[in-house]
């Protein structure tokens, strides 16, 4: 194999990939990029087994083949090689490295044998759902963040669940002590329902822009989802089973209701958490007539006190303890929104903050003595 490749196409393709491909994985062809050129481009895939990138690139192909190089090696080399046109070419006779070329610059890397590097989820014969980049990113960072990072008793969980339910397509993510949930209206059905691993979800949203006007293809089999877009296609296995019936966690009945500022909430509990316990970060809110109340205690360090005046303002004064650290990653998922609802639930067990889309994230309350 031999192709020649502008170092400017080939670099931000190398660093995507490379975010993909495992330095421990269970085998070594998978700690590689397989190359296949030909034809006048070349496709560089990258593999786990539970995420998968595939990139077509443009290139000059002098001997059609292909080679799996060490994906890390590989994009470090071409992010610091000169401007121009990279040379690569697999060295005879056994083909499994590689020499890299760009003007005085030469260099070598030690490959594997791509017949080892499994073969990607088929695709062929589904129809896609199409949707558009700017309603995925921003359903993603809007639920992404409750997912659970590591659950082995419920690895669902990890995941984020998105299907299509009367007339709109809704997203949902919780980590058993929080729950994030989206709804997008859109204009037409779609045959979507499964849950996606979110280190999926978050790698499509890096090289996705939100304010592209892009369109995807999502094609979903029993066991795999597949987002393709301008000559780039992410594969994400799907989690098995269903997601847990999330309608019974949420709160019918409501103690207080109000609105706040999302800014100066932000900027109130970011200041009192200086002051809360290490572990869980427990803030207590207070809500009253015309104001949110927020203290803190630590025995170590000491205590704080923030008031943060209501817009609106219904129901009954109550106090919920919230890990601050739960309540500022909702907050920055709402970043869009200048006010916020909070209502507590009857039972103080948990608090519901809704932004400007009415989209849905439920914080548990952490238990205290007062």
């Given at each position: 194999m031999?192709c020649?490749?502008?170092?400017?196409?080939?670099?931000?393709?190398?660093?995507?990939?490379?975010?993909?491909?495992q330095?421990?994985?269970?085998?070594?062809v998978?700690?590689?990029v397989?190359?296949e050129?030909?034809?006048g481009?070349?496709?560089?895939?990258?593999?786990?087994?539970?995420?998968?990138?595939?990139?077509t690139?443009?290139?000059?192909?002098?001997?059609?083949?292909?080679?799996?190089?060490?994906a890390?090696?590989?994009?470090?080399?071409?992010?610091?090689l000169?401007?121009g046109?990279?040379d690569?070419?697999?060295?005879?006779?056994?083909?499994?490295?590689?020499?890299?070329?760009?003007?005085?610059?030469?260099?070598?890397l030690?490959?594997?044998d791509?017949?080892?590097?499994?073969?990607?989820?088929?695709?062929?014969?589904i129809?896609?759902?199409?949707i558009?980049?700017?309603?995925?990113?921003?359903a993603?960072?809007?639920?992404?963040?409750?997912?659970?990072?590591?659950?082995?008793?419920r690895?669902?969980?990890?995941?984020?669940y998105?299907?299509?339910?009367?007339?709109?397509?809704?997203?949902?993510a919780?980590?058993?002590?929080?729950?994030?949930?989206?709804?997008?209206?859109?204009?037409?059905?779609?045959?979507?329902?499964?849950?996606?691993?979110?280190?999926?979800?978050?790698?499509?949203?890096?090289?996705?822009?939100?304010?592209?006007?892009?369109?995807?293809?999502?094609?979903?089999?029993?066991?795999?989802?597949?987002?393709?877009w301008?000559?780039?296609?992410?594969?994400?296995?799907?989690?098995?089973?269903?997601?847990?019936?999330?309608s019974?966690?949420?709160?019918?009945?409501f103690?207080?209701?109000?609105?706040?500022?999302?800014?100066?909430?932000?900027?109130a509990i970011e200041?009192?958490?200086?002051?809360?316990?290490?572990e869980?970060?427990?803030?207590s809110?207070?809500?009253?007539e015309?104001?949110?109340?927020?203290?803190?205690?630590?025995?170590?360090?000491?205590?704080?006190?923030?008031?943060?005046?209501l817009?609106e303002?219904?129901?009954?004064a109550?106090?919920?303890?919230?890990?601050?650290?739960?309540?500022?990653?909702?907050l920055?998922?709402?970043?869009?929104?200048k006010?916020?609802?909070m209502q507590?639930?009857?039972?103080?067990?948990?608090?519901?903050?809704s932004?400007?889309?009415?989209?849905l994230?439920?914080?548990?309350a952490i238990?205290?003595?007062?």
């Open positions: 031999r020649l490749i502008e170092q400017q196409v080939l670099e931000p393709a190398l660093s995507a990939l490379a975010r993909i491909a330095t421990r994985a269970p085998a070594a998978l700690q590689g397989l190359m050129a030909e034809r481009q070349v496709t560089l895939s990258a593999y786990d087994y539970d995420v998968a990138l595939r990139m690139v443009e290139a000059s192909v002098v001997d059609p083949g292909g080679a799996v190089l060490p890390k090696l590989f994009a470090e080399l071409v992010r610091r000169p401007k046109t990279v690569i070419a697999t060295i005879a006779p056994h083909h499994l490295s590689a020499s890299i070329d760009v003007g005085t610059t030469h260099a070598e030690h490959g594997f791509p017949a080892e590097f499994p073969v990607l989820p088929d695709m062929t014969g129809a896609p759902v199409v558009s980049a700017k309603t995925l990113v921003e993603v960072e809007s639920v992404g963040y409750a997912a659970a990072k590591q659950d082995p008793s690895p669902i969980l990890e995941g984020v998105v299907g299509y339910e009367d007339g709109k397509l809704v997203w949902m919780t980590d058993g002590l929080r729950l994030a949930k989206v709804s997008q209206t859109v204009d037409r059905e779609m045959s979507i329902r499964c849950t996606i691993p979110r280190r999926a979800l978050t790698e499509l949203t890096r090289l996705l822009d939100a304010d592209d006007d892009a369109t995807l293809q999502v094609y979903q089999s029993a066991s795999y989802v597949m987002f393709a301008d000559g780039a296609q992410l594969f994400g296995r799907l989690y098995q089973g269903e997601y847990p019936d999330t019974r966690a949420m709160p019918r009945e103690a207080a209701a109000c609105s706040v500022e999302r800014r100066r909430l932000e900027e200041r009192v958490t200086i002051l809360a316990e290490n869980r970060h427990t803030v809110l207070y809500v009253k015309g104001v949110l109340e927020l203290t803190s205690r630590s025995a170590e360090r000491g205590h704080a006190r923030e008031e943060v005046p817009a303002f219904k129901g009954d109550v106090k919920i303890a919230l890990n601050a650290r739960y309540v500022l990653e909702m920055e998922a709402v970043e869009s929104s006010v916020v609802r507590v639930a009857q039972d103080r067990r948990s608090a519901l903050f932004d400007e889309s009415d989209n994230h439920l914080i548990s238990l205290t003595r007062d």
